[in-house]
């Protein structure tokens, strides 16, 4: 049994499933740890105001101050985690493994205009149609010319964090085509009218009686039933029909293989497979960054991504898409929408390398605490404080700062994005483009001149007259006390060791 | 050998206990320590905040002070973090480059530098949750962390095994970050000290009478996260420990 923080979240009986010898099933979602909460409302996420910056701070305080939530999301994640270290130990080469996958995704990002190129040429020669998106909108408008041609007025998709970039599913509602979500998690979103808040687990910031009442609202089932049985087999009901309907079908991509032209999408619902193969047309989105070289580098990646994700081994499907059916027809969609301008930035353009695990995500203390929603971006946590102010940096100004920087994410990631290292350089590059406000500029400023004056520096220390001495108001104030809202001010001492030194050692130089 | 002792700012103002015991150990050991009278501060609270031109004038002071000591050591993990790792708001030159190379961390000076075996003065019957501040874990690299393959090794512990009477107690999550981080303290204040309060709650169910830890800084918050919300648990710097503190 993993520890845990908060033991009162314990359930009174474990309802993992269990092997028929009894034990308890070790494999993906049947380690986790079986926990239990009381109902309360759900705490929503960031507020939007147009293009000005996402306060993630106000919205994570609100999320703390659901503690059923706060405490559940810590405690699941974090379950996550202690998962994927058990993976990690199991494999003696892990360390080997990360470098290799690191490697393989720099020399490819190095190289992407030949691999993009001779994946194109293999996917036609499978028989795929190929087209290239440079933005959000074009992508949407080529998917929706694809749909228009084939009179399509309904899509079963499973998840893809690129379409959520693209605002794919508001855009298709405004031309009147239904998308029907198959991947649970995103299904729940989706009814609910909110955007995923984890890239791996989008409903992992919902208790049970949250999904109860969406579906009582929803799908018509019992407000007041919130047994996760029950609940995903009501949605299993209530989607599969619209599935088998359902007049085209959308993946994402994990991996795109080069030398083959072909698409990986790993899932642990079949859900992908159900999308590519239950209509006759099938469109993949693929971002430019999932490129690989080859079919054996695919090896590396999919032995580090369910580990680092969920901490399970392999993920239940891993599919290989290759080209249409027998009387089908395939597309691809090969989206840049930023992509290759990042891919420029000296600083930033491995965050590329990303395969969007979330290992970062289930790692961070802040993400853990706040809630995916909190960052107000399609990217949450920390991979999504590195990506989300490329798209706009003045609306994701603050998120860079939403980080105690301790370094862990850069840590478990599977392919060694130096994640923290790049959240500290995103706010050097906010303050070099103007994107902080101006007082927190005049109080660093002040500070900078303070600290390299030793004489103004000692006068300003021993003028401990104020309410707080020095140390709290230059690296503290922000002009509300931030600091002793929640904790207690230090008790400053008789003597500074300054103070102290001239008086016991004053005859040394 | 000649040491340059940096008392970081907030450890000078509000913890000078530990500069003093810092100060005095070096000295049961035998160096020739010297404290710069002019020193202020590393610049982190600056750079932290991403204001690095900001830093250059209090990053050139530190050179100015700390030149021409075979070592600069300080107890505060997060500052020699700072001059080893960033510190780049003046021009590298050969002195600045010399400065960074030779500042070093307590923990790691004792341990890889002096490699000390015994501190026969020092006795702490006590259980003790051994708190990482994440620069000198993750940064400098005083003990494995949890996150990588690789084998089991701390260089704080190692050292405090060598007290005697010392008893550790573990946390359900050894290594996870108290949430103090700089000015993320005060800009994420809520979520930075629900980190905290997990933190000293997460010690003190495992039995822990001390918190103790090679950084100040983050003992800074916890404790006032501690007296917050009454949690009862005590906090110690390795540096008095190892000088010789009994409580």
Known sequence: MNTILHPELRGDRDEAPTAPDGHRLDHAEGTSQPLRSRPEPQPRGARIHGRRPIDQAEAAARFIAAPEHEKMHDERLWDLRQKRDREMHAIDEWEELRTLASAIKEHTLTHLDEYLDQFEANARANGVHVHWARDAAEHNRIVHGVLHDHGAKSLIKSKSMLTEECGFRPYMASVGIEVIETDLGERIQQL??????????????????????????????????????YLAEAQREATRPLILAGDAGMTGCNFAVAETGTVTVCTNEGNADLSANVPKLHIASIGIEKIIPRMEHLAVFIRLLSRSALGSPITQYTSHFRGPRKGGEMHMVLVDNGRSARLGLEEFWTSLKCIRCGACMNTCPVYRRSGGLSYGATYSGPIGLIIDPTFNARKYSNLPFASSLNGSCSNVCPVKINIHEQIYAWRRELVRRHEVPLAKKAMMKAAGELLSRPTAYRAAVAAADAVLPLLPRFIIYNGLNAWGKHREVPHPPKQTFHQWHHANRGDKR | MRIGLFVPCFIDAFAPEVGIATLELLERLGLDVVYPRDQTCCA???????????????EALFVRN????????????????????????IEQSDAVKEVRGRTFELVEFLHDILKVDAFPWARFPHRVGLHHNCGTLRGLRHAAPSELHEPFFSKPKELLSKVD????????????????????????????????????????????????????????HQRGCA????????????AQILNGARA
């Open chain 2, 66 to 89: 700390f030149s021409g000591f075979d070592y600069i050591v300080s107890p505060g993990g997060s500052c020699v973090h700072h001059v080893r790792e960033h510190f780049d708001a």
């Open chain 2, 165 to 220: 009477g010392i008893e550790f107690t573990t946390p359900a999550r050894p290594d996870e970050c108290c949430g103090f981080g700089g000015t993320f303290s005060v800009f994420e204040e809520v979520v930075s000290t629900k980190m905290g309060y997990d933190k000293v709650s997460d010690h003190a169910s495992a039995g822990a009478e001390y918190i103790v830890s090679a950084d100040s800084s983050c003992m800074m």
């Open chain 1, 192 to 229: 609910d009218n909110e955007d995923p808040s984890h890239i791996v687990v989008p409903a992992v910031h919902k208790l049970r009686t949250d999904v109860a009442d969406v579906f009582a609202r929803t799908i018509g089932t019992d407000a007041t039933n919130s047994d996760v049985h």
């Open chain 2, 227 to 238: 007296e917050r919300i009454g949690v009862p648990i005590k906090f110690i710097h390795i």
């Open chain 2, 44 to 58: 982190q609270p600056m750079a932290n905040a991403g204001f690095n031109a900001e830093c250059a004038d209090t």
